[in-house]
């Protein structure tokens, strides 16, 4: 067998087998990965969404949220700012387009962003949907930190967002404070004011790990198939050589016959 593998066939076979077997290695490391990421974040979720609220202190502000810590539940008092709104595009709910709704909130240990919840779309796309304002004078606010999200540099009308990028929200609401975390909503008194535009608090995250980690043991398991089907290849041929040097032909397997290529008499 080795001198078929010598062959520049077969080395140049079993180099394209090799590349196979690293592609399906590190695409089983991605899903690995991904896998990992949902499974920290549902232990977060499951630890800190349920958990008692602890004050929000300038303390909690200056830390960075690991993954772990992610949903820590808190609680703060100060006061929303007026007529401060910031939407963020493309979010959907239920498979309907709208907007997240964030507002500054000053507390004693600083401002932050509480994403207040979803609004659908306007009639129009370009047109920023009507939204109820926040509770007005003191408040108390209860809800989970997380780490803000990537800007996505882009350029879009004044009071809106592409992601929940602090440092862009911070760049139109310069009173928002350096922390890179927001907090999601989840329950305020006194109630927000009704103006026929009510804001829809996020629901609960969900927990699904998703098929990621099967996914991950599928392409490692595909590894050592082009290799396999090499030496495979290799030993059938080496048959049909030993076959055809002892003047045994090789068996032939015998073609089919489709009525369409017979003679009608």
């Known amino acids: 067998m080795l001198r078929v593998w010598l062959t520049r ?7 394209i ?27 977060a979720i499951a630890t800190n969404y349920d958990a008692r609220p602890v004050p929000l202190t300038p303390t909690l502000l200056a830390q ?8 820590t539940r808190v609680t703060m008092q100060g006061s929303y700012a007026a007529d401060a ?15 997240e709704v964030l507002t500054p909130f000053t507390t004693d240990a ?12 306007a009639e129009a796309a370009a047109q920023t949907p009507a939204v109820d304002p926040p509770p007005s ?11 803000g999200e990537p800007s996505l540099g882009r350029d879009l009308p004044a009071g809106q967002l592409a992601s929940i990028s602090i440092s862009d929200a911070r760049l139109q609401r310069p009173a928002v404070g350096p922390a890179d975390l927001y907090l999601v909503l989840g329950s305020q008194a006194p109630a927000a004011p009704s103006t026929g535009h009510p804001v829809t608090p996020r629901p609960r995250p969900t927990q699904d790990l ?9 392409w490692w398991i595909t590894m050592p198939a082009g290799l396999i089907f090499v030496i495979w290849a290799m030993r059938r041929e080496l048959l049909v050589e030993a076959e055809t040097q002892e003047g045994t032909p090789a068996p032939v397997k015998p073609k089919k016959v489709r009525i ?4 009608d008499y």
């Open 64 to 71: 960075a949220l690991t993954p772990e810590r992610q949903w």
């Open 137 to 147: 004078g003191p408040a108390e606010v209860t809800g989970w930190l997380l780490t």
């Open 260 to 263: 369409w290529d017979e003679e």
């Open 17 to 43: 087998a090799i590349i196979f077997a690293m592609a399906c290695f590190a695409l089983g490391r991605w899903q690995w990965g991904r896998y990992v990421d949902k499974q920290t974040k549902a232990t």
């Open 110 to 121: 600083g401002t932050v962003l509480v994403d207040r919840g979803w609004v659908p779309n």
């Open 210 to 218: 998703g098929p990621h980690q099967a996914y991950a043991f599928q």
């Open 9 to 15: 066939r077969w080395l140049v076979g079993t180099l």
């Open 85 to 99: 709104d910031l939407l963020v595009r493309n979010r959907t709910q239920d498979t309907v387009p709208g907007f």
